[in-house]
């Protein structure tokens, strides 16, 4: 009886639930547990969290959906995947409302044959970019490129270096 009424109640707060899934008109959270807290709207998610969000794949060992702010927090050894780029981090938060996806703790982006580092990176997923903060750095070829602030547009592959900008060429033939 009491699992009916807890399909009944997830019916009635945002849609049909499935064992170890949520689902919404953009967010699927999937864990090893999920609970609901409160009348608020809010799902946590414990162990194995696996979430598609605005067609990102997300992934985390703990996660909160706010229902109502169409917001997602994921912490703990954080894996975001988006049309080839691959971050890691320890903290990430997706704003449903703004297609944005703030990232922090440790960034890692990687992308190709670039991986950049920062400590704070806002991610624009419906512009496919991403903005550096937090002693950014990208490595690529060879090369290391730093500033106060970086943007990297993946669509067209430029790299925009705001305030203190630098850059270290690698001049040594490979063979």
């Known amino acids: 009886m009491r699992f009916w009424l807890f399909v009944y109640v997830m019916f009635l707060l945002g849609g049909w639930v499935c ?17 609901i807290k409160g009348k608020q709207d809010i799902f946590s998610a414990i162990g194995d969290v696996r979430v598609q969000f ?9 996660g909160e959906y706010y229902k109502r ?10 894996i975001l995947l988006y049309k080839g780029v691959k971050v890691k981090a320890n903290q990430l938060i997706g704003y449903g409302k703004k297609d944005m996806i703030s990232i922090s703790d440790d960034v890692i982006i990687l992308y190709q044959d670039m991986q950049g580092t920062c400590e704070q990176a806002e991610y624009d997923v419906s512009a496919n970019s991403v903005v550096l903060l937090g002693t950014p750095q990208i490595m690529q070829d060879g090369n290391r490129i730093s500033g106060e602030k970086m943007e990297i547009y993946f669509e067209t592959g430029k790299i925009k270096t705001i305030g203190h900008a630098n850059v270290l060429f690698e001049t040594r033939k490979t063979k």
Not at 19 to 35: C, K, N, P, V
Not at 54 to 62: D, E, P, T, V
Not at 69 to 78: A, N, R, S
């Open 19 to 35: 064992a170890g899934s949520m689902t919404d008109d953009y967010i699927t959270i999937h864990a090893d547990e999920l609970e």
């Open 69 to 78: 702010k169409q917001t997602v927090y994921v912490t703990d050894q954080v």
């Open 54 to 62: 605005k067609g990102a794949r997300i992934s985390g060992l703990k």
